[in-house]
């Protein structure tokens, strides 16, 4: 629960002060993601705290072991592809992650029985979307990202013939 606490009142309710602004002005409420070290590391470790559960029910509700690889697009600290590969032997995963949320990443997976089964990529999934991938999900984006990015990002993506589906959820 603190790391939560810590991410609210650090990071989040500041943020959520400025939404009648947003949503008058047609912008997003979280701005862009330029965190110092600190703030990435609270920012991290409060999203985990506050997904563990839906990460956790995820990985149980879905049979993930039909599929080789699962991307994870701005996946923060790994938590659902730790969940998943947890339950499902022979799923890999890749966290596609921009490089300071990537860096607690590895700290996060260092030691565990998934770090060998995730490969991280340092790269932000708006600017340059993954290529090759089939399917992949942009858990919460719809939240925090200002609305034409995330057109940007499914446009792109749409473009690529091998690209089935992008899910905002």
């Avoid at 089964?117 to 991938?133: K, M, Q, S, Y």
Wanted: hydrophobic content about 35%.
């Amino acid at each position: 629960m603190r790391p939560f606490i810590r991410f609210w009142s650090r990071l989040s309710y500041r943020r959520w002060l400025t939404l009648e602004d947003s949503v008058r002005l047609d912008r997003g409420t979280s701005g862009e993601f330029n965190f110092t070290a600190d703030e990435q590391k609270i920012f991290s470790e409060g999203v985990e705290a506050f997904s563990a559960g839906h990460a956790s029910a995820l990985a149980e509700a879905y049979d993930f072991s039909r599929h080789r690889r699962i991307l994870d697009l701005g996946g923060s600290t790994g938590l659902f592809l730790r969940a998943i590969l947890e339950r499902h032997a022979g799923v890999e995963g890749t966290l596609y992650e921009l490089p300071q949320a990537a860096a607690i990443a590895r700290q996060k997976l260092k030691g565990t029985a998934c770090e060998r089964g995730i490969t991280i990529l340092e790269e932000d999934f708006l600017e340059d979307p993954p290529r090759g991938a089939r399917r992949f999900s942009c858990r919460q984006c719809t939240a925090v990202l200002v609305p034409e990015r995330i057109s940007n990002c499914s446009g792109a993506c749409a473009q690529r013939p091998r690209v089935e589906r992008v899910c905002c959820c």
